[in-house]
Structures are given as structure tokens and as C-alpha cells.
């Protein structure tokens, strides 16, 4: 980061960013009403909407709006001098929704993919962030609430018995090829029957009941604004009594994290994924847990804290792997077995800030910013994800999404 050669590639990123990703923005079009963003930049959106196969699946390039990286784009873009794109972003999902709640995760101009897949929950964290830092005014009202009430109450068809949610699969997760909600069955396959039954769907998920405690606070706060005090109140409720239910059957204290927990069994999924940090991340839990996650787990180099940053698997895990892609059944799909995200990297960054860990958080920004920079450098574009340990761009060129809050960390270094 000091030499004179690494902080011109660190402005040339910045650079990079601030150009870049206008070209993520598309005017509304077919079904969408209003701005739309793609995860990848300089593209045609919605140019495969015929195709049998997405884009996604052979060239690495997606023409579509997804949830998070939508959400988390739109995040970022206020810091790109990109004004009111959350409020779009929300308008376009809240447009698609159907009568029982659910919201499509997957969206084009003619057309919905990943069916049946619900949107993740950030849309009222997306919404108040952008109402919290932008300089666009946005205007809540009972509209807003009816909708995103409407939308976090379909999570309710898949809430257990204990108060904690599943996914419906580990695709509707976004995180595609977790092993967290795979869990290895394969690799006991002389000793296990039901290596075909992957327990994506029934497992209760760190990663989203902290998402959904996140989602239900940023909900109480859109209600104080828009005047009504009756349905902060519940959801106020809601969120407390989650947080209960994460830190009573997700939590171990032997490896100082959290898991993901199959009912069925009534045992943790004992896999070090990022998605176990969340509830760290998300501020679920009390001081003394947080502060026992960071120690062990997030700044321990036997297990996240890697070269590239904080990788999507602990290395301690005998199943962490970087290679390029992954395999979900017969699925190709994104590597999270492994490799550097700039997603988990930057919600981290945000939860040492919040907790004062300055120090920690720029340790973890200046290794993403210098893994990117480097990449950019040596490739001229930016990737999806990279080789946790050695840096090396992966899969999927021209990825702009998430990795556009790499200008929150750039903002901290400087």
C-alpha cells in the first residue's frame, strides 16, 4: 500500500469504480419501472432472457438484477455520485411481488428467473441505509410498510417450530455452493445411505436468521418514520425474540462461532463458512460473543484471515478449496468453498468500525483493496471472487456488484 507503484494501482481502482460502475445502471425497461442495476458492468441487460442457459452458467457475465447484489450496489453507489438507486432497486422488487408476500430474487425486463426463489431480505436494510446516507431524500410511507411487511411475512412459510428460518436451498441462499447447508454428506459415502438428500432446505441458518433480525430492526426504524408506532413495535419484538433463539441454538462455544443446525438431528453443522460469522456481522449477539468471534475466528490466520482477506471457508477445514468454480448436485455454480468475496470482507469491515476495531478492519480492507488492485492491474478488470491465499483472480470477469464497496474500505485507508 506504501510503495509509489501500489498506490497508483490502489487510485487507478478507485478510478475504475467511479467510472465503472454507471455502466451497472440501466434505464427501466419491460417489467422493470424503474433504474435497474446488473451485477456485471458494461453489458447488455437482459440480452439472454431466450436463452435455456443464463449467461451466468458459460460466460461469467450476468445480464439480470439480482436481491443482494442489487441491494448492496445500490449501497455503494451513493459513495459513486449514483443518487436514488435504492429506492428504484426496492420500487422494482416490491412491483414483481405476489399476492402471499414473495418477491422473485432473480429479474429482467421480460422475464423472472430462479423461480420459486425468494427475494433475501435487505430490501428494508437497503432502503434505510440509503434514507441514512444519502443525500436524495426518499419519502417513507405506509406503501413502503404494507409491501415489506407483506414480503417478510412469506419467510414465515419457512420458519421451524424453534422460532429460527431455512432457506428453501442453498441457491435461494445466494451463497451457492455453501457447505455450511450442503453439509459433506458425500464425503462419508461408505458409511452414509442418503448421500443423494442434501439438508439444504431444513437446516436453520445462521447467515439468514441474521439477516432477518437485521431486516426486522431496519424495519422498526422505517416505521418510527413514517409514523407508525404499532408495527415498530412488533417487529421491535420480532427482532429481539430471534436474537434469542440464534444465540440459544446456533452458538458453540468450543469453536467460538456460530452453525448452522439440523432439527432433524438436533446437531450443529459443525463447518467453519463465513455465513456462521453473520450473526457477528449483523450484531445479533452480546459483547463478550462478538468480541470471542473476532479473536478466534475472523482475525485467526488458522481459519479466515488469509492474504487476499477473509475467505468464504476457514482454511482449517479439510474441505477448503479455491478452485474456480464449484458443484452443487449436478449444478455448476459459484465457488464459496474457499476463495475471497469482497461481500463477506466488506460487511466485516462494517462490524470492526462498529465495534471501534479500527485497526482490524483497515488490517482486512487494505488486503481486499491491494488483492483487487493487483487484479486490475494485471487482468484490467475485476472478478468475482479470488484465490484467498494466493490472490488470483478466479471466475467471472467484468463483476462490478459488491465489490463496489470496496470504496467503503478505499474511504477508511484514506
Known sequence: ????????QVKTLKDFFLQKAKSCVHEPSGMLKHRFVTPSYDVVAGADDKSEVSDR????????????DACFFAQASIKAGIEGLAADVVANFLSLQEGNGHVPRTVSPSRIWDNGDQCKPFLA??????????????????????????????F??????????SWRNVLESGVDDNLALLYPLEA?????????????????????????????????KLCR??????????????????????????????????FNYDPKTKQHCKLRAWTGLCPVIMGTTNADRMHL????????????????????????????????????GRVICSNWQGPM?????????????????TAEAQKIAERVVSTLASGLDSHNTLFENYHADTKEPLFAPQFMSWNSLTLEMLAILE
Open 125 to 154: 436494510q437497503t432502503l434505510l441505509f440509503a434514507i441514512e446516507n444519502s443525500k436524495t431524500k426518499t419519502e417513507i410511507d405506509n406503501r413502503h410498510l404494507e409491501g415489506l411487511d407483506c414480503f417478510l411475512k412469506y
Open 225 to 258: 418514520l413514517a409514523g407508525n408506532e404499532k408495527m415498530g413495535a412488533t417487529y421491535e419484538a420480532k427482532a429481539s425474540a430471534l436474537c434469542g433463539k440464534i444465540d440459544e441454538l446456533l452458538w458453540s462455544q468450543e469453536a467460538a462461532m456460530y
Open 293 to 328: 468471534v473476532i479473536e478466534k475466528n475472523i482475525m485467526s490466520s488458522d481459519h479466515f484471515f488469509r492474504a487476499a482477506g477473509i475467505s468464504s471457508v476457514a482454511a482449517s477445514e479439510p474441505l477448503y478449496n479455491n478452485a474456480k468454480r464449484g458443484l452443487y
Open 341 to 357: 468475496w469482497v461481500l463477506p470482507n466488506a460487511l466485516v469491515v462494517r462490524a470492526l468500525l462498529r465495534e471501534k476495531m
Open 1 to 8: 500500500m506504501r510503495t509509489a507503484s501500489t498506490s497508483a
Open 156 to 165: 414465515d412459510g419457512n420458519k421451524h417450530e424453534s422460532g429460527l428460518y
Open 188 to 220: 462419508a459415502k461408505g458409511e452414509n445411505e442418503d448421500i443423494a438428500n442434501f439438508p439444504d432446505g431444513r437446516l436453520l441458518a445462521a447467515d439468514l436468521n441474521a439477516y432477518l433480525v437485521a431486516e426486522f430492526r431496519s424495519m422498526v
Open 57 to 68: 452458467s458459460t460466460t461469467g457475465h450476468y445480464l439480470q438484477m439480482y436481491d443482494w
